[in-house]
């Protein structure tokens, strides 16, 4: 048996004379949960149905457990896909719902009814098997949706934003569920979102995807803390990372506005007066209204949330800056603050977004 779980080699995606996907190449550990992450339209849906066979490779090849799996029917592969959208059989109830797919490929009914009451166990949908999806909430439903994933006992599972129809709060509980769910089977899971905080707290592995491409691939501790360039940088964390305008002095200074700042990069391939970006993320900001030195903000708009206050500021040049403050010290709307940081995490980024340091 191979520890890996699935390949893609040079994939690609064409609608027409238009390519979509372009050449991805992407090895999945076996038992992994791998989260597609990105923006709307940068394939990652389109990338998925690939992998199920529910659209066609235009060129590459897709193995799934060392099985060339390419050109084989969706049944064949060893996958079982949740959608966004449930498709439950509206007629049928929550057992014969879960039942129907192992019916259709002639399951034995002993092996079936064994299925069911696992899956049902696993998801704590015992009370639920003789109601009919209209007589079920909607994180009910996605229950059920993802118990008919577990029955057919697939080599993978194939999440397509299958939280997205949920209000806010069952979301959470739902994420806490499908990584409880991923412990105790121990399948491979891919998974699509555009949510970064949904990737970020259910992946071992997240693909950062724009524009039909892979910019990053890596832990989630790995990503948040060193993104591979400014698009990461901005896509990952809530509040997003600040990225300001700045430019490059020489001998490892940046000047942001009239402040000057020290960064930890030789800046090599730069010359006095470069335009870079300048990065940091908001928990990283020291908030001040008596510090000597930093760059100088004034608070726009501020967030109370119990221990932490989101403080949505304006630098001395106009740009907008976002702090994290935990300070015992509140501060409002209109206050004059010095924002300052580690330098060890100051981040830098040259004009075509690539990382610096």
């Given at each position: ?6 390949v893609l080699t040079d994939i690609r995606k064409s609608f027409g004379s238009l390519e979509v ?15 597609f992450v990105g923006p709307s339209g940068c394939g990652k849906s389109t990338l998925l149905r ?308």
């Amino acid at each position: 048996m191979t520890d890996t779980g699935v390949v893609l080699t040079d994939i690609r995606k064409s609608f027409g004379s238009l390519e979509v996907i372009h050449g991805i190449d992407l090895t999945i550990a076996e038992g992994s949960f791998v989260v597609f992450v990105g923006p709307s339209g940068c394939g990652k849906s389109t990338l998925l149905r690939m992998i199920a066979g529910l659209e066609e490779v235009s060129d590459g090849e897709i193995e799934i457990k060392g099985r060339n799996v390419t050109d084989l029917d969706p049944s064949d592969r060893g996958i079982a896909m949740v959608f966004q959208s449930y498709a439950l059989y509206p007629h049928m109830s929550v057992r014969d719902n879960l039942a129907f797919g192992l019916k259709m490929a002639h399951t034995q009914p002993a092996e079936i009814e064994a299925r069911v009451k696992a899956a049902s166990a696993i998801l704590k949908i015992d009370p639920l098997l003789e109601r009919r999806p209209g007589q079920l909430s909607g994180g009910q439903r996605q229950r059920v949706a993802i118990g008919r994933a577990i029955v057919r006992k697939p080599d993978v599972f194939l999440f397509d934003e299958p939280l997205s129809n949920l209000d806010a709060e069952l979301r959470v509980s739902m994420r806490i569920e499908i990584a409880r769910l991923h412990r105790e089977l121990g399948n491979t899971m891919i998974y699509v979102t555009h949510d970064q905080t949904e990737a970020m707290t259910l992946a071992d592995v997240i693909v950062v995807l724009r524009d039909g491409r892979i910019e990053q691939t890596g832990s989630p501790r790995e990503i948040y803390e060193n993104p591979a360039n400014m698009f990461v940088a901005g896509f990952i964390g809530s509040p997003r990372m600040n990225l300001l305008n700045a430019r490059w002095l020489g001998s490892g200074k940046v000047a942001i506005g009239q402040t000057e700042m020290a960064i930890p990069v030789a800046g090599d391939g730069l010359k006095p007066g470069d335009t870079v970006s300048f990065g940091i993320r908001p928990e990283h900001l020291i908030v001040s209204t008596d510090a000597p030195d930093g760059l100088e903000a004034r608070v726009d708009f501020f967030e109370y949330l119990g221990g932490t206050q989101y403080l949505y500021c304006q630098l001395a040049d106009g740009q907008p800056v976002t702090a994290e403050h935990r300070g015992a010290e509140p501060i409002g709307a209109g206050s004059a603050v010095r924002l300052s940081c580690d330098i060890d995490k100051r981040r830098l980024f040259d004009s075509e977004g690539r990382r610096l340091s």
